[in-house]
């Protein structure tokens, strides 16, 4: 982030429970660029959940009953599948004028409005907040209104580019602003390696440092105003290798498989029908979150 944005005031307390992936994230994000904020962290093995908060001095350690009771934000970061437990375990222990943060999109949050009577906001981070990037995607649950969703979204503009989304968008928000580092990573990492497998003088920290720099000026072109196409158009020369590659990846088909793959996870995860195809030109409504609580 360039420029930070002011302090929420007042500093909110934030109570993480779960110290794996996405919670770890948040920790990270927190410590690094809202220091003002207190932290506090809970997890089924304290003595695990404590050595893993300790390079953050400061962040208290306890146990969730006592996290939920001092939080102004009860984050659960922990499995879909234990999110229902979870929440029913620790709603009976929140303050009043707490909220709870839910970081799934696996489960419908009108499930959880019967097992927690405060309002709740869903946050969907992703790993580029430890680093102070990325978006974070806000919406608007049971009990929530504008008021509780400024307070989160102005904790998230210490760290990310948080957005309010329509849960009709939620799948195609979630693919753009979530999964997609980690897909283009995931093409980065094989096209390295195809190229790696062809190499014959040039080792793998030296092509792996080219991947890497192709990536950064790809960041930096985008970020001078340079569109996707553009960089495209620029690079591949008419009848040349690299039009041959882009030819060769088939983008278009790629990206409608890859997205179909989430439609089609999505539902699975929330118990739903299979999605129908999409029409030709057309667009499929979500089948997840549609109607599900709209933005207000
Ligand atoms: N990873 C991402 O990029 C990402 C992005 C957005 C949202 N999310 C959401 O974040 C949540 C956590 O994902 P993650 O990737 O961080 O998972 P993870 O790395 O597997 O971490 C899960 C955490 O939950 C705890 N946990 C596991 N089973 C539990 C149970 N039955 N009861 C209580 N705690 C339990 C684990 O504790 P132990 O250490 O004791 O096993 C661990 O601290 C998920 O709901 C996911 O949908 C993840």
Redesign the pocket.
């Known amino acids: 982030m360039t420029t930070a944005p002011p302090p929420p005031a007042p500093a909110p307390t934030v109570g993480l429970i ?6 770890t994230v948040l920790l990270t994000a927190l410590r690094r660029f809202a220091p003002e904020a207190r932290v506090v962290v809970a ?3 304290p003595a ?1 959940t404590a050595a893993a908060a300790a390079s953050w001095p400061g962040v208290a350690t306890l146990e969730a009953a006592r996290l939920a009771a001092e939080a102004d934000m009860v984050v659960p ?4 599948e ?2 229902r437990a ?1 929440v029913a375990a620790l709603a009976p222990h929140m303050r009043a004028d707490a909220l709870l943060v839910v ?4 489960i419908p949050l009108r499930d959880l409005g019967p097992l927690c009577d405060r309002p709740i906001v869903r946050v ?4 580029a907040q430890a680093v102070g990037r990325g978006v974070a995607l806000v919406t608007p649950g049971p009990g929530a209104g504008p008021g509780e969703v400024e307070r989160v979204v102005a904790l998230l503009r210490r760290f990310c580019r948080p957005v309010v989304v329509d849960p009709a968008d939620g799948r195609v928000a979630a693919n753009l602003a ?1 999964s997609a580092p980690a897909i283009l990573a995931a093409f980065c990492a094989a096209f390295l390696d195809a190229n790696a497998a062809r190499a014959t003088v040039s080792g793998p920290a030296e092509l792996r440092a080219m991947m890497v720099e192709s990536v950064a000026a790809l960041a930096a072109l985008l970020a001078e105003g340079a569109r996707f196409e553009d960089v495209v158009a620029r690079t591949a020369t008419p009848g040349g290798t690299t039009e041959a590659a882009i030819t060769a990846l088939d983008a278009r088909a790629l990206g409608e498989r890859l997205v179909a793959a989430t439609v089609r996870r999505e539902a699975q995860l929330l118990g739903l029908a299979p999605p129908p195809p999409l029409a030709r030109g057309g667009s499929a409504p979500s089948p997840s979150l549609s109607g599900e609580f709209p933005c207000r």
């Open positions: 779960g110290l794996g992936r996405i919670g997890g089924r093995d695990r970061c922990v499995p879909p234990a999110y979870e970081v799934t999109n696996a969907i981070p992703s790993p979530g």
